[in-house]
């Protein structure tokens, strides 16, 4: 990276030796020709006499005539000096103000810039590649949570959005390739602060190469990629990638899911969910045909996934020439209502429009329910802008692409043992996956659920840490409530790590042991008075055993009397 | 042969030259020491200086600073000059024409270091 100065130097070569030239040629002039004192005396200027009136005269500050009143030949002299040396000084503040102007050297002043302020933080963020709708929910979900996260975006109109955001945490941005490895060593990726890495293009090539650059460079920090195809996902993946996140498998997954095991369903929409509000189980129709409009990335995801649950499918696709067609497609345009008609609309139980304009979603949703208003209605939103209209449509669900995948990043950010949770809970039987949901529902309440993570260390469980020292600890006694141990707190374990092991909702009188990571669900206040048992050495004391420790110095000194705690405790 | 080595390596040669004529002669005598050879000597410096901005290897940066100091010193030589006769107003007196000449000296080592430089590069070139 060359520096600024120099670069301006540079580019000021010409202008800057034209000044000096000007002004020795002025200042000799000046010397040479010989001038008159009051006493009309002859005087020659000397060397300091000349360079100060060319100074003042260069700059247009025009003194007068120093240090005698000029002869007429000085005149001439002066005369000829002066548009020289105007003009030579406008010339270079003209050459000057062109570079300031210049988008390459502005493009190497926000780069310095930016480089500054990554080298200066001073706590842990998140690498965001990629500002779409999905980066800017994440962005301003991280600063919410009072995360930093430095932004890497090619797009000029992403980043003009980023200048003027009004996050509690203002995040730090560049705008350049992302799959540029220098740029990503810019952005802090070898930062011992950086936690992550969340690429977030809009291409699976661009994701890809950012995965492998990543991975190339510091393979220490998590690294959480969006693709759009199942080949690139499983490409990333074997990069190294900690996390894959495809949003149309994704979301048909849930859908199969919800279909399927509802039970399972909702569990990983509370986990995975939004944060801001409960998702309640939604009514879904009993077994029967569903129409797929739109064989595209999301229609084909839809498709596998639900063929793969044992529904009866029928496709409508517009164009002749799409690729591997399942037997019995439709060809025609899903907007119509004879092609509806066609696939069977008045059988049907649901229908899911996927292609990939938003007005043709919803059109086709709309004829749907004129021709059979009991359908379940499933739209793909494209376009964050489109919110509003399908809002006001009254769909039964609605895919958004960008919130699907920035809330189950956010998740898997703040709790990183989720994403092993979820993959062995995935293959949960319905029986067990429904008594894992009222379970959760049991600690949760009404109030979507709180997940966090504890490990057991110094930093995070001092008083559990120092008490296994000497004693064992059990998970139950753990959970009780820090004020009357009688009560539990409304929280349960739903994971545990322990080195390399998965324990998956371990038993209430499974031991602790130092190192272990374990994954929580239940409500905020839950959150909290667990925290203060595992600091806080007197109420871990009196959670364990019931006995209330002294907290000052001069009680425990007088509990320590024989006869005095005979009395008082 | 390119324009430009030809301009850089007169400069700096130049530059060498000219304070290397100022420099000669007695050190406390005024009649060896010309105000204009040491004028034309900060000139040429100055170009010099200029030409050399800008080239980010090793031994551009070398060349700059070398260049830099050159600068340093006739220009303070310039100044106790200028002072001496200016403010104080008297002629000029032995010891101060030796503070010059001397800064001057220092000046022509610099100025030397940059010669030699661009000899060795020219040489390392044409191996």
Same mark, same amino acid.
């Given at each position: 990276m060359p520096n600024l100065i120099y670069l301006l130097l540079r580019r000021l070569r010409v202008p800057l030796i034209m000044l000096i030239l000007v002004y020795a040629v002025s200042i000799t002039g000046y010397i040479l020709i010989p001038g008159e004192d009051d006493n009309r005396d002859p005087y020659q200027m000397t060397f300091f006499d000349a360079f100060y009136f060319v100074s003042f005269m260069g700059t247009t500050i025009g003194f007068g005539e120093i240090p005698y009143e000029f002869t007429q030949s000085q005149r001439y002299w002066t005369l000829v000096c002066l548009y020289a040396t105007v003009i030579s000084w406008l010339y270079s503040i003209g050459s000057m103000l062109s570079i300031f102007q210049d988008p390459a050297f502005r493009q190497q002043t926000k780069l310095n810039r930016f480089k500054r302020s990554v080298g200066n933080i001073r706590q842990p963020f998140y690498l965001v590649c990629g500002y779409g709708e999905t980066g800017r929910k994440l962005v301003g979900d991280l600063a919410n949570d009072g995360i930093l996260s430095v932004v890497i975006d090619s797009g000029e109109i992403p980043i003009n959005e980023l200048e003027v955001n009004d996050l509690p945490i203002s995040p730090l941005w560049l705008k350049a390739d992302a799959s540029d490895a220098q740029v990503l060593e810019i952005a802090g990726i070898n930062h011992r602060c950086c936690q992550g890495i969340i690429s977030l293009a809009n291409d699976d090539r661009v994701n890809l190469t950012i995965a492998i650059v990543g991975q190339l460079i510091n393979n220490n920090v998590r690294l959480i990629t969006r693709a759009d195809t199942k080949e690139a996902a499983s490409n990333i993946l074997s990069f190294g990638a900690n996390e894959v996140i495809n949003p149309f498998e994704t979301f048909a997954s849930r859908l199969a899911l919800a279909l399927h095991s509802p039970g399972l369903h909702l569990v990983t929409e509370w986990t995975t969910g939004p944060r801001d509000k409960k998702v309640d189980e939604f009514a879904l129709p009993v077994k029967g045909k569903w129409i797929i409009c739109g064989f595209g990335d999301f229609g084909r995801a839809a498709y596998r996934y639900l063929d793969e649950v044992g529904e009866s499918l029928c496709v409508i696709c517009s +164009?002749?020439?799409? &690729?591997?067609? @399942? =037997?019995g497609t439709i060809i025609g345009r899903p907007t119509e209502a004879a092609t509806l008609k066609k696939a069977g609309i008045d059988d049907a139980v649901g229908i899911i429009a996927g292609t990939g304009n938003d007005p043709d979603n919803l059109s086709v949703l709309m004829t749907a329910y004129e021709l059979n208003p009991n359908l379940f209605r499933i739209a793909h939103q494209n376009e964050d802008k489109h919110k509003p209209i399908f809002d006001a449509a009254n769909l039964d669900l609605v895919m958004q692409r960008g919130n699907l995948i920035s809330d189950k990043i956010f998740a898997l950010l703040r709790t990183p043992l989720l994403g092993d949770f979820l993959r062995i809970v995935g293959r949960f039987k319905k029986d067990r996956a429904n008594e894992l949901a009222s379970r959760m529902i049991g600690v949760m309440g009404d109030d979507y659920p709180e997940l966090w993570e504890i490990s057991i260390t110094n930093e995070e469980a001092p008083a559990i840490v120092e008490r296994l020292n000497s004693s064992i600890i059990r998970l139950n006694d753990v959970l009780r409530h820090p004020d009357d141990r009688e009560r539990r707190v409304d929280a349960m374990v739903m994971f545990l790590k322990r080195g390399e092991g998965n324990v998956i909702l371990p038993e209430g009188t499974r031991k602790i042991k130092i190192g272990d990571r374990f994954l929580l669900c239940g409500n905020k206040i839950a959150k909290h008075k667990l925290q203060i048992t595992a600091r806080n050495t007197s109420y871990l004391e009196y959670v364990l055993t019931g006995r209330r420790l002294p907290d000052s110095w001069v009680w425990r000194k007088l509990m320590e009397n024989k006869r005095f705690s005979d009395r008082f405790s | 042969m390119r324009t430009e080595k030809v301009v850089f390596a007169f400069f700096i040669v130049l530059a060498l030259t000219l304070n290397f004529s100022f420099f000669?002669?007695? #050190?406390?005598? @005024? =009649? +060896? +020491?010309?105000a204009y050879e040491l004028f034309a000597a900060i000139v040429v410096s100055l170009i010099a200086t200029v030409l050399k #901005?800008?080239? &980010?290897t090793h031994l551009g940066s070398v060349f700059l600073a070398t260049s830099l100091v050159a600068d340093l010193q006739l220009i303070c030589a310039a100044l106790v000059w200028g002072i001496n006769s200016q403010v104080v107003g008297a002629a000029l007196d032995e010891n101060s024409l030796a503070t010059i000449v001397s800064l001057s000296g220092g000046a022509l080592l610099a100025n030397f270091v940059s010669v030699a430089l661009l000899v060795a590069e020219t040489i390392y070139l044409r191996r």
């Open positions: +164009h002749r020439q799409e &690729r591997d067609v @399942p =037997a | 000669l002669g007695d #050190f406390s005598n @005024p =009649a +060896h +020491h010309d #901005f800008g080239d &980010r």
